[in-house]
């Protein structure tokens, strides 16, 4: 079928983290409540911020969904359906749903609220989209555990009803992100079916055989031990394509627990690889530059996992550790074209006379160096020591509001 643009879908943990989304050029973003998000860790949003949330999304002609996705318990039914009642008193989208009960509540309470039925339900199958789709479900959030094929055949069998899929971010070992080692491992006081998950699959491992208790035998190995269980990041930029021309309504970046760069960095760039692609594709060059600015922002290594239909590797053995290429050096929060300077919020130190990167929305990196540095009492000051110091940053280089600098590492 003929390529059609896609919603770029990105993670918003908090306000900050929401704006920057929408100004790299998400079309979307998924955000959550204090609780039954399965992001029980991230700032997340009280109901006022919620509801300001989703106003200044549509401020903006932007959309908002909510994470009410959580694996509900008996005694959580009641302050579920209070909060669907509140969801939809925002405003929002839609509501992101997992299982029947919380979808038979918000039907009962909010029958006007869109659902979206979230990765969780691992979805796989044409006939399970059809069954929700019965069920009043707006949107399938599919399986991770999909290929490329399998993809195609649902959209082809599933016309009158849209489909996401994840494009970035963590994956979990466990299918669909349903695992119980954290709550085994805490006597059940962090239950990652409630968003409070400890990652125990990011630690070390030794086998230990029965007969032989105290013998610990590591199963590969280096000097800080093994991490068999370990996922990669999924990362399927250079697929965009291949997912438009199939006709996947949404993609979508995982990482409402990730900072103000991987927000605006990652949002960014399949921004600009989803507009390149409606435009006459990527080339290699641009290929090349948008997957080194992935590298900036903390990942694990990258894997296009089930998509490619070969199963590439998924878990990283060796170390459980991230790796990124820079740091996030401040944000603009205005430019004075007249002293060519920024008024910027530092956020990791940096020197006047240091090479920076701009990152802008829609626009390649730029290096710049800092000419000078000057507190607001107008003193010329030699770096930037302070968390959220506010300084003027003179340079050569035009920007603007909620621009970001950037340094290597």
Known sequence: MPSTTAELLAPAGNMERLRFALSYGADAVYLSGRAFGLRAFADNFTPDELKAAVAFAHARGKKAYVTVNCFAREAELRPIAEWLESVYK????????????????????????????????????????????????????????????????????????????????????????????????????????????????????????????????????????????????????????????????????????????????????????????????????????????????????????YFGGDFAPNQQINTAAYSQDAELSAIVLEYDSNKNAALISQRNRFFAGDELELVAPGAPAKKLIVRELRNMDGESVQSAPHPEERLWLYCDTPMKAMDLLRRRL
């Open 90 to 305: 925002t405003g929002a989208d839609a509501a992101i749903v997992s299982e029947a009960g919380v979808i038979r509540l918000a039907k009962r309470i909010a029958p006007n609220l869109p659902l979206h039925l979230s990765t969780q339900a691992s979805t796989l199958n044409s006939e399970a989209v059809l069954f929700w789709r019965d069920q009043g479900i707006k949107r399938i959030i599919l399986a991770r555990e999909l290929t490329r094929e399998e993809i195609a055949r649902i959209r082809d069998a599933c016309r009158d009803i849209e489909l996401e899929t994840f494009v970035h971010g963590a994956m979990c070992i466990a299918y669909s992100g349903r695992c119980v080692l954290s709550n085994y491992m805490t006597n059940g006081e962090r239950e990652s079916n409630a968003g409070a998950c400890t990652q125990p699959c990011r630690w070390e491992y030794d086998v230990v055989e029965r007969r032989r208790p105290g013998e610990y035998m590591p199963v590969k190995e280096d000097e800080r031990g093994t991490y068999v269980f370990n996922s990669r990041d999924l990362m399927l930029l250079e697929h965009v394509g291949e997912l438009m021309d199939i006709g996947v309504d949404s993609l979508k970046i995982e990482g409402r627990m990730k900072s103000v760069l991987y927000a605006a960095t990652v949002t960014n760039a399949y921004r600009r690889a989803i507009d390149a692609h409606l435009a006459g594709g990527l080339s290699e060059s641009e290929l090349n530059e948008l997957m080194r600015d992935l590298n900036t922002v903390s990942h694990r290594p990258y894997t296009t996992a």
